[in-house]
């Protein structure tokens, strides 16, 4: 059973800065894309960033480039999302997600989820 469990949301200020972790278990995240989408409440699931296979690449949203920084530990069967400059409009439930696919963007392509961290940023 693959399962997927996300730590590391809470409560931050404006400005602030958030670290995100997803461990994975029940298949071996280096075969797999990873990545992270977030969704705040009455609308859709909206990417953040995602990471290749073997880290070659990465590819972020508009709203978070320069901000955000995807990384992975295949070792530890693991992918993390720094998370930095946080607005308010930062606030949502964040998940990470795992793909088969070579570049992760849409919601679409991720086979699982994890069960979401609370992200809250205050103004």
């Known amino acids: 059973q693959v399962q997927l469990v996300e730590l590391g949301g809470g409560l931050v200020q404006n400005g602030g800065s958030l670290r995100l972790s997803c461990t994975v278990s029940g298949l071996s995240a280096s075969n797999y894309a990873l990545g992270w989408f977030r969704q705040a409440p009455e609308k859709e699931h909206e990417f953040i960033a995602s990471?290749?296979?073997?880290?070659?690449?990465?590819d972020y949203a508009d709203s978070v480039r320069g901000r955000f920084t995807i990384s992975r530990d295949d070792a530890r069967n693991a992918v993390f999302l720094q998370m930095s400059s946080l607005k308010p409009e930062d606030t949502a439930n964040y998940y990470c997600a795992v793909s088969p696919v070579f570049f992760l963007r849409f919601p679409a392509q991720a086979d699982y989820w994890g069960q979401g961290t609370q992200v809250t940023v205050a103004s």
């Open positions: 990471i290749s296979r073997g880290s070659r690449n990465t």
